[in-house]
């Protein structure tokens, strides 16, 4: 079993940054995939980032160049650095950390405006 909080969310202007960070416990986090992921409200969740447990990194092509995940496995992390937010950026972010089987964590609100 794993437990997966999330944290660092907020209010943020256009053009802003945020950090969210994943903090995982009662497993080895380093055998693990994490992910983020953001859901609007009526909307799908949709994947975000992804940092496999080898080393990958992938990004949906509306944050690639803006956003940048990272993990570090000392400490059982994971983190979502986001930069130059926009609007549509607003929504509840979620980290997932998988391995076969999913693990979710409780979401963070972001919002950025104005």
């Known amino acids: 079993q794993v437990q997966v909080v999330e944290s660092g969310g907020g209010l943020v202007q256009p053009g802003g940054s945020l950090r969210l960070s994943c903090a995982a416990s009662g497993s080895i986090f380093a055998m693990y995939d994490i992910a983020w992921y953001r859901q609007v409200e009526g909307m799908q969740r949709e994947l975000v980032a992804r940092?496999?447990?080898?080393?990958?990194?992938t990004y949906a092509d509306p944050v690639k160049g803006r956003f940048t995940i990272s993990r570090d496995n000392a400490k059982n992390t994971g983190y979502l650095q986001m930069n130059s937010l926009k609007p549509e950026d607003t929504a509840v972010y979620y980290c997932?950390?998988?391995?076969?089987?999913?693990?979710w964590g409780q979401g963070t609100q972001v919002t950025v405006s104005s």
């Open positions: 997932n950390v998988g391995r076969g089987v999913d693990y």
């Open positions: 940092f496999t447990r080898f080393g990958k990194k």
